[in-house]
């Protein structure tokens, strides 16, 4: 089974950017579709994004609508989320997650309905 390892959270002032990424060990990426997932303290896991195998067909959470922008280059085995014009809201653990069914919303389904999640990456936006 692939290992799935996420880069590139950090503090970040409200408005900036950043670029969080999910990787594979190996060159199964291309196969998988991805979602994007993240968990503020004290609150329930929430969907964030879809993007399916090829990168044609993506959804977002209407939180995060025209702010996050999911993108893919399987040649590198690597998802991306662009997190842009970063609210305090936005402070939470992001988690990436793989499987084999693009779902019609970003809705969180529970950890047993994405085949593997990577280690999370932690994203604070304060001033």
């Not at 880069?7 to 190996?26: E, F, I, K, M, N």
């Not at 196969?31 to 004290?42: K, L």
Request: aromatic letters at 12%; glycine letters at 12%; hydrophobic letters at 25%.
């Amino acid at each position: 089974q692939p290992l799935l390892v996420e880069s590139g959270g950090g503090l970040v002032q409200p408005g900036g950017s950043l670029r969080l990424s999910c990787a594979t060990t190996d060159s199964t990426m291309q196969y998988y579709i991805v979602g994007w997932f993240r968990q503020a303290p004290g609150k329930e896991r929430e969907g964030v994004s879809i993007i399916s195998t090829t990168g044609t067909n993506t959804n977002y959470a209407d939180s995060v609508k025209g702010r996050f922008i999911t993108s893919r280059d399987n040649a590198k085995n690597t998802v991306y989320l662009h997190l842009h014009n970063l609210k305090p809201e936005d402070t939470a653990v992001y988690y990436c997650a793989v499987g084999n069914q693009y779902y019609p919303d970003t809705k969180y389904r529970g950890p047993n309905s994405w085949d593997h999640w990577g280690q999370g990456t932690q994203v604070t936006v304060s001033s």
